[in-house]
């Protein structure tokens, strides 16, 4: 079973393309989790996660998520390659979620959902 759970921060505001070929909308993002353990310094290690949403999901995160939100992400581990411009084949693995939820969400005066800047 290919299942991940992960909470974890936006490490900047997210990036949302619509797909020339298909027509597809696609947000792409990396979250910042931290271990559960403290490292020999007492600090917790981070990991930087790259994520992947696809659709009505990923227009829904590029407009509501900023830079520092803090999320959950339910969704499956992916790798993939590429060829870089170098002609250089480059390997990733990502997060491709079917699904997240707001953590911290920041509320205007109205008790409405703001939107990311």
């Known amino acids: 079973m290919n299942r991940i759970i992960l909470v974890?921060?936006?490490t900047k505001g997210p990036d949302m393309?619509?797909?020339e070929d298909t027509g597809k909308v696609i947000t792409?993002?990396?979250i910042a989790v931290e271990r559960e353990y403290k490292n020999p310094n007492?600090?917790?290690?981070?990991d930087f996660i790259p994520v992947?949403?696809?659709g009505r999901k990923?227009?829904?995160a590029a407009e509501f998520m900023k830079k520092g939100s803090l999320i959950s992400?339910?969704?499956r581990l992916a790798n993939r390659s590429y060829e870089d411009d170098q002609g250089i084949r480059r390997y990733i693995s990502e997060v491709v979620a079917?699904?997240?939820?707001f953590i911290d969400t920041r509320k205007n005066d109205e008790g409405t959902m703001q939107k990311a800047e």
């Open 73 to 75: 992400v339910c969704g």
């Open 52 to 54: 992947v949403l696809w």
């Open 58 to 60: 990923a227009e829904a």
């Open 98 to 101: 079917d699904s997240f939820q």
């Open 28 to 30: 792409r993002f990396t």
């Open 42 to 46: 007492g600090e917790r290690d981070v």
């Open 17 to 19: 393309k619509v797909r």
């Open 8 to 10: 974890g921060r936006l």
